[in-house]
C-alpha cells in the first residue's frame, strides 16, 4: 500500500481581532501548555536579568508566567490585534507587572520600530497564523542578540484530518464549539516539522526543530 499524502495547510486569518474569538481564547484554559512553555523559555535563560520579546503575545500569560519565574526579566510582548492587546492589558495590570511587560501593537513579521538586542526571543502558537513566515523568521534572527536564545512553539499539522478530528476530541473536550472550531481549523493551518525546517533555511537559521507533543512542534536554540 503506497503511504497516504500528507494533507494541504488551510491558512486561516492572521490576525485575531474578532471580539468573541479573543473573548474564547482569553476564557480558555491553556495554563498547563502554557505553564510548559513558559518553563521551557526560562530553562535557556542564561542570565539573573535580561530583555526578552514575545511575538504575538495574545492575552499575555506566557510572559505573566515568565516573570513569576524569572524576577530579574523585562518582556516586550507584540500582537497585532487591538482585541487580544485589551485582554492582555487587563491581565498584566491585575498581576501587577506594567512596569516589567510592555506591551507593543505590531506586525510580528515587520518590527522596524524594534532594535536588535533580545536575549531571548519567543512565541507560541503564531507561527500558524502566518500566510508567509520568511519575514518573521527574519524579524527573530534580526532581533535576538548574540548567543541568544530563540524558542517558538506552535501546533503542527496532522497527516489528514480525521486524525485533526480526533486531536480537537482529545484536547478540546468541554471546551466551548467556537474553541472547538479554532482549534481545528489551528491544526489545518499549521506547518509540519519538514516545512518549519525548509523555512528556517531561506531565512538563514540554524536552530533544531523537534515535534515534542501529539500536536505540537518546537524550534529552539542559540544564535
Ligand atoms: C493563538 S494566539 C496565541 C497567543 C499566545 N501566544 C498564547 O500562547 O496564548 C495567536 C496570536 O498571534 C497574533 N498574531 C497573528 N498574526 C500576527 C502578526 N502578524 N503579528 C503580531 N501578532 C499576530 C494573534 O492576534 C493572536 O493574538
Redo the contacts with the bound molecule.
Sequence with gaps: MSPRKQIERIPEP????DTEE?RV?DDAD?SRV?LS?ARRIYSWLETEKGHAL??????A??PIRLCALAPGWKITA????PS?LRLARARIKKAGLEKRIRLLR????NLGKLRRGFSTVF????LH??HDPIP?WREVKRLTSRNGSVLVQDLRRPPNRARARELTRIHTAGDPPLLKQLFYQ?LLAAFTPSEVREQLREAGLDLRVRATTDRHLVVSGRL
Excluded: Q, R
Design positions: 492572521e490576525v485575531m481581532d479573543a481564547y491553556f502554557n512553555c514575545d511575538l504575538g503575545t495574545g492575552p500569560e506566557i507584540v500582537d497585532a490585534s487580544m505590531a506586525d510580528a513579521k512565541s507560541n502558537s503564531l497564523h502566518l518573521f489551528s
